[in-house]
C-alpha cells in the first residue's frame, strides 16, 4: 500500500524566510499533486508534476519532484502572511486497469507570522 | 471558469439517517472521484467513475453507494449514518483517470451527524 509522508506537519515561520517541506512517498509514481486548503475550503491545485527532475514556479512556490528517490520538495522563498494554509501532497498511484486514485500525505500547516 | 459544483454545502442529519451529496463536473470531464476528510485529517478516497462506470473503490463503508449519470453528475449515497461520517466530503474531476492532468476538487459539502 501507499504511503505519502510529509515533514514537517506543522510550520510556523517569520516573514521574509525560506523553508522547505517534503514529500516522500513508498512506491513507483510518475505523477505528484500539490495542494493548498485553507480553513474550512476546497483544495486549490498548486502544482501538477508529471515526470523526474520536473520543477515548477509559481510566486514563491517552487516544486520539484525526483522520482528516483521518491521525493517531492515544496520551497517556500520570502514567506508572506498571504500564503498561511495547510499545504498537501498527493501521489497518483496505478490501482489496475486504466484507474489511478491519489494519496494524500498527512499537510503541513504552515503559519507566517510577522 | 466552471468549477466543480457540490451541493448541498452543508448537510446537517441524524443518527440512522440518510444523505444524499450531488456533484457536478467540470464540463467536458468524464472522470468523477469522491474524497472524504475528517477533522484534522488528510482527505481519503472513497470511490471514482470514469465514463460513468465505477473505477476503482477505496475505503468507503458498504453503507455507502454512488453512481455516476449520463451527464456525467455523480451522487453519493449514505445511509445508517453514524457519526463518525461528520466530514467535509469532496468531489473532484479530471479530463481521463490517467492523463496526468491536474484533479479540480470541488468546495466540498459539510456533512454534520447529530
Known amino acids: 500500500e501507499l504511503k505519502v509522508e510529509q515533514n514537517p506537519l506543522f510550520l510556523s515561520m517569520q516573514e521574509g524566510k525560506n523553508y522547505t517541506i517534503y514529500c516522500n512517498y513508498s512506491t513507483t509514481s510518475d505523477r505528484l499533486y500539490w495542494y493548498r486548503q485553507d480553513p474550512g475550503k476546497s483544495l486549490e491545485s498548486l502544482f501538477v508534476?508529471?515526470?523526474?527532475?520536473a520543477v515548477k514556479q509559481e510566486g514563491r512556490l517552487m516544486a520539484s519532484l525526483d522520482t528516483k528517490a521518491r521525493l517531492s520538495t515544496l520551497h517556500i522563498t520570502a514567506a508572506v502572511h498571504d500564503l498561511s494554509a495547510t499545504y498537501f501532497c498527493?501521489?497518483?498511484?496505478?490501482?489496475?486497469?486504466?484507474?489511478?486514485?491519489?494519496?494524500f500525505g498527512k499537510g503541513t500547516l504552515l503559519t507566517v507570522n510577522p | 471558469a466552471a468549477g466543480v459544483i457540490q451541493s448541498p454545502r452543508h448537510l446537517i442529519k441524524e443518527k440512522r439517517e440518510t444523505a444524499t451529496l450531488k456533484c457536478y463536473p467540470i464540463?467536458?470531464?468524464?472522470?468523477v472521484y469522491w474524497y472524504q476528510q475528517g477533522p484534522g485529517q488528510d482527505p481519503q478516497f472513497l470511490i471514482s467513475f470514469y465514463e460513468k462506470m465505477q473505477s476503482d473503490k477505496g475505503s468507503i463503508p458498504d453503507r455507502f453507494s454512488a453512481q455516476q449519470f449520463s451527464d456525467y453528475h455523480s451522487e453519493l449515497n449514505m445511509s445508517s449514518l453514524e457519526l463518525g461520517d461528520s466530514a467535509l466530503y469532496f468531489c473532484a474531476s479530471s479530463l481521463g483517470p490517467h492523463s496526468g492532468n491536474t484533479i479540480y476538487f470541488g468546495e466540498g459539502s459539510w456533512l454534520t451527524v447529530v
Open positions: 464540463p467536458r470531464h468524464d472522470t
Open positions: 508534476l508529471l515526470s523526474n527532475g
Open positions: 498527493a501521489v497518483d498511484s496505478f490501482t489496475g486497469g486504466s484507474n489511478y486514485k491519489l494519496t
